[in-house]
């Protein structure tokens, strides 16, 4: 009996799995999109998001187990079908959304850990024994918390429907996942949690290296070793630092992409004109770049800061001539089906045969190699036909030829990044007829240091672009950063500079100013100290209020400080107090705050303070009727606030003084109900922290 019961439900199960199978091959948005069921790899640029022009969007249903690339394996059955399955389904109820290639990234990651769950159980591709317990640990085996949210998100879900379409039955349907609450916004953090929120950003040793390298890599005719890919990595790091944006981002802009104020003609002045918006106080100049965010931002003319125009000239003006002969080519290609011959080779279209080394003189190949002979058709030994080899040419031009970007719709030809292929890869020969552009990765690799495939079969480490050109830090250490630290590191920068958060989100390219939080890198302590620095009480006489003179030389660096950087306005003057904080912890206390400017003779701020003034009066009598009454009252209250009402009846006469109109009123001699501020409090709390 109990035999055949198992068997019924192992039926059952089987059953289950193909049907649901069966559903996703049904799945019509397949078919229109191009992609077969049973392939391996899925092309879903027809249905996601790009996010920018580098990334692949295609996914592959294979284990990891076994390495990546060529050594991975598709995934056993029946998990195979069931997550292409899966994946089909979750394709069709978010086709509206147009999901970006990695919300299903990580859904197939997740089928990739529970792959290895199963497989370390003994159960590999068995989808049906799968258990709430292998589950679980197929996410939390991962060693960042943030990754572990994502996984576990996925794995819930594809579990959950699983679970409801009989495929999983020993799975739970609500896995719980312990939610990840980034440490980045609150700017209170412990020792661990600084040193890793610091690695996101830049030290200014590491952006004074890079400066240090922009002008090393200039430095050409001197007898130091500069080579192009030198001066293509710094131009782009020097770039990166005008203004705040994505590596992907600078991969797609056109060579003439400068815009000044007033310039006539301008391309831009239709489609990117100035936003006067983003004019901060001065802070930024008229000088910018055309700019296409890749993550949702509208497009835009990026401004560069007034210091930093000089180097953004120069950074472009420098990566125009690297791109020159790629751009040339790329103009030379306006017909497609004709592949571009040295003059020496133009004959060849005529007589229709290409020797094996005329192809590698065509393409810039060191040797013909097996992978160009498998596309190219052979007459005889060692000679191919023409058409073979032009065909073979087309399929290698970019993906989108003769576009390089959807996004900014800018072509091969007019790209600032355009180069011959493997132009800046010394193992491998400059192909003089194949134009493409600059990729992230390029970047980065030159960051990072790597290695270089000689034509031997031997492979050489190349170092990265610091120590080539021999710039340290002061420690002596090599840099070892990524460009995104240049984006934190700006923004950052204007965090401190106080620029309003609508505007830094403007100048970073961002749909929503809420992830501003995650850029901003200034600690609280850093935060109140620049306060302090900036707002150093003087010595005053201690019977009245200090009285700013308007008209004091002395006082000029105080006032534009103020004006520039900390004023805000409240109902009884303007506050001093850098409201970085929220919330202020003297919000409804403006008059017996020592941030408080008013302004003499201002009729709003003298009828704020009046009105402060008699709401005083009425809780000092009510609290001497009180005390009358036989009630208790707090000494200690008492005397605050008979003080603070008298303070305030000061400060209304100083107002109120005709000869005093028009000059700043510092309330910088207020007394305060609380003996510290809970900002204070915090700090000393993280301080004790920091001994233990």
């Not at 056993?76 to 990234?105: D, I």
Request: proline fraction near 5%; hydrophobic fraction near 35%.
């Amino acid at each position: 009996m109990i035999v055949s019961n198992v068997a019924k439900l192992i039926t059952q199960q089987n059953k289950a799995v193909s049907d649901f199978i069966q559903a996703g091959r049904n799945v019509t948005i397949l078919k229109k999109a191009g992609i077969k069921f049973d392939d391996m790899k899925w092309d879903l640029t027809a249905l996601t998001k790009a996010n920018n022009n580098a990334s692949s969007q295609t996914i592959s249903f294979k284990t990891v187990r076994d390495g990546l690339g060529k050594k991975a394996k598709p995934f056993p059955e029946p998990l195979n079908g069931v997550a292409k399955a899966y994946m089909a389904q979750f394709l069709k109820v978010t086709l509206g959304r147009r999901l970006s290639r990695g919300a299903f990234g990580i859904r197939l990651k997740a089928f990739q850990r529970l792959e290895q769950q199963l497989f370390e159980a003994g159960k590999s591709g068995d989808i049906a024994a799968l258990t709430t317990e292998q589950a679980v640990a197929a996410f939390k085996s991962s060693e960042s918390t943030q990754m572990q949210n994502s996984l576990g998100v996925g794995v819930r879900e594809i579990c959950s429907t699983l679970n409801r379409a009989g495929v999983c039955p020993n799975v739970s349907n609500d896995i719980v996942v312990a939610q990840y609450v980034t440490s980045d916004k609150n700017r209170i953090k412990s020792p661990e949690q600084k040193k890793k929120h610091a690695k996101k950003t830049l030290t200014n040793d590491e952006a004074f290296a890079i400066a240090d390298a922009f002008h090393i890599a200039g430095e050409i005719g001197t007898d130091r070793d500069i080579t192009d890919r030198d001066i293509l990595t710094t131009s782009i790091l020097a770039l990166m630092f005008c203004a705040p944006c994505r590596i992907e981002e600078t991969t797609i802009l056109p060579f003439d992409l400068e815009v000044e104020d007033g310039e006539e003609n301008s391309p831009a002045d239709d489609i990117l004109p100035f936003d006067q918006n983003v004019n901060y106080r001065g802070w930024f100049s008229r000088y910018g770049v055309r700019w296409w965010p890749v993550k949702g931002g509208p497009p835009q003319v990026k401004f560069v800061v007034e210091e930093m125009v000089p180097v953004a000239k120069e950074a472009i003006k420098r990566l125009r001539k690297l791109s020159e002969k790629g751009r040339a080519l790329a103009k030379k290609i306006s017909d497609p089906d004709q592949i571009p011959l040295p003059p020496d080779l133009e004959h060849l279209r005529q007589t229709g045969e290409v020797k094996s080394s005329e192809v590698s003189k065509i393409f810039g190949l060191f040797r013909l190699e097996g992978i160009v002979k498998r596309h190219l058709v052979s007459v005889r030994y060692g000679v191919y036909t023409f058409a073979s080899v032009e065909a073979y040419w087309r399929s290698q031009l970019p993906k989108g030829w003769p576009m390089v970007s959807e996004l900014s719709g800018v072509e091969y030809k007019d790209c600032l990044t355009t180069h011959l292929l493997h132009a800046y890869d010394d193992g491998k020969g400059t192909s003089p007829c194949l134009p493409t552009c600059i990729t992230s990765q390029t970047i980065q690799m030159d960051l990072n240091g790597r290695f270089i495939n000689h034509r031997d079969g031997s492979k050489t480490w190349q170092p990265n672009v610091f120590e080539r050109l021999g710039v340290t830090l002061p420690n002596g250490d090599y840099p070892n950063i990524n460009t995104h630290q240049i984006r934190h590191w700006l923004n950052t920068v204007a965090q401190r500079a106080n620029v309003p958060q609508v505007h830094i989100a403007r100048w970073s390219g961002r749909k929503h100013i809420a992830q501003n939080q995650d850029y901003d890198h200034t600690d609280l302590e850093d935060v109140v100290q620049e306060i302090m620095d900036r707002n150093k009480p003087e010595v005053e006489p201690a019977d009245k209020l200090p009285i700013i003179v308007d008209d004091s030389p002395d006082n000029l660096d105080y006032r534009a400080a103020i004006l520039r950087k900390s004023i805000h306005s409240t109902p009884f003057g303007f506050c001093t107090q850098a409201l970085r904080i929220d919330p202020c912890d003297r919000a409804g206390a403006c008059t017996t705050c020592t941030k408080l400017v008013c302004i003499a003779g201002n009729k709003k701020h003298m009828d704020a303070v009046a009105e402060d003034v008699q709401r005083r009066q009425r809780a000092v009598q009510n609290m001497q009727e009180h005390e009358q009454a036989g009630g208790r009252v707090n000494p200690r209250t008492k005397a605050t606030m008979e003080q603070q009402l008298e303070h305030v009846s000061q400060l209304e006469q100083y107002l109120s003084d005709e000869e005093l109109k028009g000059q700043q009123i510092k309330n910088a001699e207020a007394l305060q109900h609380v003996s510290f501020s809970h900002s204070e409090r915090r700090i000393s709390e993280m301080k004790k922290l920091e001994k233990q």
